[in-house]
């Protein structure tokens, strides 16, 4: 399985971004998918995870309100909307899947698939 993330750039404080993750499955219909990031000198961090249906969602603290996790599965394509960014959400943003949940997970371990990640800088 490959993810593909892009959709990544520099954007001013207060913009927004739309990150993009395609998967090269055609049953992507079945992989739970989630968006992580990772800033300079810091860990990698859950962002946002979406079930398989779309029926369970969760998010970091940090991120609720601003930004929004959904899914195409005709397209076999996540989506990661950013809006109100801040400078402290710079970081390399990688989407992940792993199949058969219906669970939005949280944590990193659960997934077994990764992108490469994008990268987002917000100038203050």
């Known amino acids: 399985v490959q993810l593909q993330a892009s959709g990544g750039g520099l954007v001013q404080a207060g913009g927004s971004l739309r990150l993009s993750c395609v998967v090269s499955?055609?049953?992507?219909?079945?992989?739970?998918t989630g968006w992580f990031r990772r800033a300079p000198g810091k860990e990698r961090e859950f962002v946002a995870a979406i079930s398989w249906s779309g029926g369970r969602i969760n998010y970091a603290d940090s991120v609720k309100g601003r930004f929004t996790i959904s899914r195409d599965n005709a397209q076999n394509t996540g989506y990661l909307q950013m809006n109100s960014l801040r400078p402290d959400d710079t970081a390399t943003y990688y989407c992940a899947a792993t199949q058969g949940s219906s669970y939005a997970y949280t944590s990193s371990l659960q997934y077994a698939y990764w992108g490469r990640g994008t990268l987002v800088t917000v100038s203050s």
């Open positions: 499955r055609r049953t992507f219909s079945t992989y739970a």
